[in-house]
């Protein structure tokens, strides 16, 4: 089974900025659209970016224009550089194809407080 190693989440000021790296096993970044997931306590996991394998972007309306997506393939990674962090970010942040088709990392917390 593929393993999905999310890292790079830490304690953050309103405002501040965090890349996230995501490390799979395998060569599914070059095959399939890949995303970043999150769930905050008490909400459903919801899928805020999305890149397709020629490197097309989505994201959702609350995190557009201050998160980035990004892939290399060669190195099996996924990104997250998100930018202008609010307390509404705070989350565990999970990788997966998307739609999901993997198992589930453990995620990296994300926690955006003063």
């Known amino acids: 089974q593929v393993q999905l190693v999310e890292s790079g989440g830490g304690l953050v000021q309103p405002g501040g900025s965090l890349r996230l790296s995501c490390a799979a096993s395998g060569n599914i970044f070059s095959r399939n659209r890949m995303g970043w997931y999150r769930q905050a306590p008490g909400k459903q996991r919801e899928l805020v970016a999305a890149?397709?394998?020629?490197?097309?972007?989505n994201y959702a309306d609350s995190v557009k224009g201050r998160f980035t997506i990004s892939r290399d393939n060669a190195k099996n990674t996924l990104y997250l550089q998100m930018n202008s962090l609010k307390p509404e970010d705070t989350a565990v942040y999970y990788c997966?194809?998307?739609?999901?088709?993997?198992?589930w990392g453990q995620g990296t917390l994300v926690t955006v407080s003063s």
């Open positions: 997966n194809t998307v739609p999901h088709l993997l198992a």
């Open positions: 890149i397709t394998s020629g490197g097309s972007t």
